[in-house]
């Protein structure tokens, strides 16, 4: 069996006083800036380790598309705590804390419609989503003061601005917590465009929210691809006809391979995400690739 990420120890928390801290037990500040080194794309990568880790993407290369919860940021532990906190505190599972691998399986990623079905199978839906409402707002409590870029972020950023693609931020979060995160990380100008499933015929992991961001970007789904980190995120995104890169942060690369991941990575600055970019930089210098 594939070994659960610990989302209590990496990073590990504590919440005194409602406030969230990380392993180092400094707070993050809210207007912090995370300084990415510059990742060079070296030319001496094997042409087999290029092999391996190339994404299907048919020239040219127009968009990149990204989730947002456990995506942009690492914000699982903060939705793990709410969720643990507040089940616990109406007695769900007995009043027996949920635990990260039962969040992992049946809470994240998914969209809070279905996880009323889930959670609350006996509640009238007025009821559950009252609850879910609730857990929300203490998510963005705690995020509004806590939430940093994935590591490496701000240079892909960079390397899909420098290339001129299209770019739209697709995700089950509500609205308020995906402008909130958006705005935190100072993306509103990159991101183009912002899809959330509710809002959407189907939500993840049904391909609508992909679907509808492609075709409002006018790209067909064989000149883009995804970013994602949730199971039912990858399947969206490979039913929507995109080759999907997991972030294997929290989830098993196991079961987001199984999911259909073209390959894991652990965040932005994963060797193996820039030799798949420096593929795709390569074909673009020969021409093959015009954006």
């Not at 094997?46 to 968009?63: E, F, G, I, R, T």
């Amino acid at each position: 069996m594939t070994a659960l990420l610990s989302l209590s120890s990496v990073p590990s928390y504590v919440l005194p006083n409602n406030k969230l801290f990380y392993s180092s037990r400094k707070k993050i500040s809210k207007t912090a800036t995370v300084v990415v080194p510059r990742m060079s794309l070296s030319s001496s990568t094997s042409n087999q380790h290029k092999s391996k880790y190339s994404l299907p993407v048919d020239a040219p290369l127009k968009a990149i598309l990204f989730d947002i919860d456990g995506t942009l940021c690492d914000s699982d532990p903060i939705h793990y705590y709410a969720f643990r906190e507040m089940l616990q505190e109406i007695g769900f599972n007995g009043g027996t804390p949920i635990s990260e691998e039962f969040f992992i399986k049946n809470i994240s990623g998914m969209h809070n419609d279905e996880l009323c079905r889930v959670l609350f199978p006996d509640w009238d839906f007025t009821r559950a989503i009252k609850f879910m409402d609730d857990k929300e707002d203490m998510f963005r409590r705690i995020a509004s003061e806590q939430l940093k870029p994935l590591d490496g972020l701000e240079e892909v950023c960079k390397w899909i601005e420098d290339h001129g693609l299209k770019r739209a931020a697709v995700t089950n979060a509500p609205r308020p917590n995906a402008e909130l995160i958006i705005s935190m990380l100072g993306l509103t100008d990159f991101f183009e465009l912002l899809v959330i499933g509710s809002e959407c015929e189907r939500a993840k992991p049904f391909p609508d929210p992909y679907l509808k961001a492609l075709q409002e970007l006018g790209v067909s789904p064989k000149n883009a691809f995804v970013f994602e980190d949730s199971i039912s995120g990858i399947k969206a995104g490979v039913a929507a006809g995109m080759p999907v890169v997991g972030l294997g942060l929290r989830n098993p690369e196991k079961l987001l391979s199984d999911a259909g991941a073209t390959f894991v990575i652990k965040d932005f600055k994963d060797a193996k995400l820039w030799t798949a970019l420096e593929v795709l930089e390569t074909e673009i210098l020969a021409g093959k690739i015009e954006t």
